[in-house]
C-alpha cells in the first residue's frame, strides 16, 4: 500500500470554564511545539457540552492566553454545545448498528458495585442493563454503546505503548446521559474526525479514554489519530497543579511574567530545554522533539523569581 503523506493537523481543545492553569499552558504548548515543527495546521474547539460551568467569556480568555503565550491556530470550529446535530447523527449510526441499549442505573448502582476503577474515576460496567426485559417506568435512560472483548493498542508519542481491552477494562459505556447530552467520548470522537485531525495531544489524565475514543473512530469510519499524552505536572510537594491554585493561573501569571519566561520555565521543567532560559514557542518549536520530552510526572518548582518576581 502506497503511504500518502497526510497534513498533520493538531488541535486545542480547551473546556472554557475558568482561566488556563499551567497543566493546560504545559499540554497546549506540547500539541502546537509538534504540530508547528512538522509544518502542520491547527483546529482550535471549544469544549463546552457543560454548559453550567463553560461560558463565552472564559472562551475569550481562553483565545487571549493562547496569542499571549504565541501558540497561535488555523481555524476554529464550532464549540460543542452547538453541535448536537451531528452528534444526533452519529449516534443513529449507533442505533442503526444495533449496539446501543437503554442504561437505568442511578450514581449508587454503580459505585456501590465491587468493580475496578478507571484512571478517570468510573467503574467497570458490569453489563446489568444489556439484557433489560422491563425498564424501570417513568425514567429517563443513558444510553451505552456495547463493547467488543478485544485489545486496543496505542503507540502513544509520549508513553510509549499502551494496551487497554475494552470489555475487562472499561465495560459498556455512556455516549448519551439521561438528559440528553452527549458524552465527552462521542463528542470528541466526532469533532476530531469531521475537522480531520491527526495527531491529539493533551493531558496524562486522558489517556486511558483513547481507546474509547478508537473503538468509536472505527465505528464511524474515521482514521486513528497518533496521541500524545503528556505528563502531568506537579508542585514541589508532589500534589497535582490545578485550577486550585488561583496564583498560579495565567490571569495572575500573565501580570508577573513575560510569555518567553513561562515558556522558559516549562521547557526547561520537561526537558526540552537542558536549563532554564527565556525562549518564545517559535523558537522552542525548531529544536522540539519527543523523545526529549519527559514521560513521568513532571515537578514545577513554582517558587522562584521567574514565577513571584
Ligand atoms: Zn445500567
Redesign the pocket.
Same mark, same amino acid.
Given at each position: 500500500m502506497k503511504e500518502d503523506k497526510k497534513p498533520i493537523v493538531g488541535r486545542f481543545a480547551p473546556t472554557p470554564s475558568g482561566r488556563m492553569h499551567l497543566g493546560n499552558v504545559f499540554a497546549a504548548l506540547v500539541a502546537w511545539l509538534s504540530v508547528r515543527s512538522q509544518k502542520g495546521s491547527l483546529v482550535l474547539r471549544m469544549e463546552d457540552l457543560d454548559t453550567q460551568r463553560t461560558s463565552e467569556e472564559y472562551a475569550a480568555l481562553l483565545r487571549q492566553d493562547l496569542l499571549w503565550l504565541g501558540l497561535d491556530w488555523d481555524t476554529e470550529t464550532l464549540p460543542q454545545s452547538k453541535r448536537s446535530d451531528a452528534y444526533d447523527g452519529y449516534f443513529q449510526r449507533l442505533q442503526d448498528l444495533g449496539l446501543l441499549y +437503554? =442504561? !437505568? =442505573?442511578t450514581r449508587s448502582? $454503580?459505585h456501590t458495585v465491587n468493580a475496578p476503577h478507571l484512571s478517570d474515576g468510573t467503574s467497570v !460496567? *458490569?453489563?446489568? =442493563? %444489556?439484557n $433489560?426485559t422491563s425498564p424501570p417506568p417513568g425514567r429517563q +435512560? *443513558?444510553w %451505552?454503546v456495547t463493547v467488543p472483548d478485544r485489545e486496543f493498542c496505542l503507540q502513544d508519542l509520549a508513553q510509549g505503548e499502551f494496551r487497554q481491552n475494552l470489555s475487562a477494562d472499561c465495560g459498556d459505556f455512556v455516549v448519551r446521559r439521561a438528559d440528553g447530552v452527549y458524552v465527552y467520548q462521542l463528542a470528541v470522537t466526532v469533532d476530531d474526525g469531521e475537522a480531520g485531525v491527526t495527531e491529539v495531544v493533551r493531558g496524562m489524565d486522558l489517556l486511558g479514554s483513547a481507546p474509547r475514543q478508537m473503538y468509536l473512530q472505527e465505528l464511524f469510519g474515521f482514521d486513528h489519530p497518533a496521541y500524545g499524552h503528556v505528563p502531568m505536572l506537579l508542585a514541589a510537594d508532589g500534589r497535582r497543579l490545578s485550577k486550585r491554585d488561583k496564583d498560579l493561573d495565567l490571569g495572575q501569571l500573565r501580570q508577573r511574567m513575560r510569555p518567553e519566561q513561562l515558556i522558559g520555565q516549562l521547557a526547561a521543567a520537561a526537558g526540552l530545554l537542558d536549563q532554564y532560559e527565556p525562549i518564545s514557542a517559535r523558537e522552542l518549536a525548531t529544536v522540539f522533539s519527543w523523545d526529549r520530552l519527559q514521560k513521568e510526572a513532571i515537578y514545577m518548582d513554582t517558587n522562584n523569581s521567574c514565577f513571584f518576581p
Amino acid at each position: 500500500m502506497k503511504e500518502d503523506k497526510k497534513p498533520i493537523v493538531g488541535r486545542f481543545a480547551p473546556t472554557p470554564s475558568g482561566r488556563m492553569h499551567l497543566g493546560n499552558v504545559f499540554a497546549a504548548l506540547v500539541a502546537w511545539l509538534s504540530v508547528r515543527s512538522q509544518k502542520g495546521s491547527l483546529v482550535l474547539r471549544m469544549e463546552d457540552l457543560d454548559t453550567q460551568r463553560t461560558s463565552e467569556e472564559y472562551a475569550a480568555l481562553l483565545r487571549q492566553d493562547l496569542l499571549w503565550l504565541g501558540l497561535d491556530w488555523d481555524t476554529e470550529t464550532l464549540p460543542q454545545s452547538k453541535r448536537s446535530d451531528a452528534y444526533d447523527g452519529y449516534f443513529q449510526r449507533l442505533q442503526d448498528l444495533g449496539l446501543l441499549y +437503554p =442504561c !437505568y =442505573c442511578t450514581r449508587s448502582q $454503580l459505585h456501590t458495585v465491587n468493580a475496578p476503577h478507571l484512571s478517570d474515576g468510573t467503574s467497570v !460496567y *458490569a453489563g446489568t =442493563c %444489556r439484557n $433489560l426485559t422491563s425498564p424501570p417506568p417513568g425514567r429517563q +435512560p *443513558a444510553w %451505552r454503546v456495547t463493547v467488543p472483548d478485544r485489545e486496543f493498542c496505542l503507540q502513544d508519542l509520549a508513553q510509549g505503548e499502551f494496551r487497554q481491552n475494552l470489555s475487562a477494562d472499561c465495560g459498556d459505556f455512556v455516549v448519551r446521559r439521561a438528559d440528553g447530552v452527549y458524552v465527552y467520548q462521542l463528542a470528541v470522537t466526532v469533532d476530531d474526525g469531521e475537522a480531520g485531525v491527526t495527531e491529539v495531544v493533551r493531558g496524562m489524565d486522558l489517556l486511558g479514554s483513547a481507546p474509547r475514543q478508537m473503538y468509536l473512530q472505527e465505528l464511524f469510519g474515521f482514521d486513528h489519530p497518533a496521541y500524545g499524552h503528556v505528563p502531568m505536572l506537579l508542585a514541589a510537594d508532589g500534589r497535582r497543579l490545578s485550577k486550585r491554585d488561583k496564583d498560579l493561573d495565567l490571569g495572575q501569571l500573565r501580570q508577573r511574567m513575560r510569555p518567553e519566561q513561562l515558556i522558559g520555565q516549562l521547557a526547561a521543567a520537561a526537558g526540552l530545554l537542558d536549563q532554564y532560559e527565556p525562549i518564545s514557542a517559535r523558537e522552542l518549536a525548531t529544536v522540539f522533539s519527543w523523545d526529549r520530552l519527559q514521560k513521568e510526572a513532571i515537578y514545577m518548582d513554582t517558587n522562584n523569581s521567574c514565577f513571584f518576581p
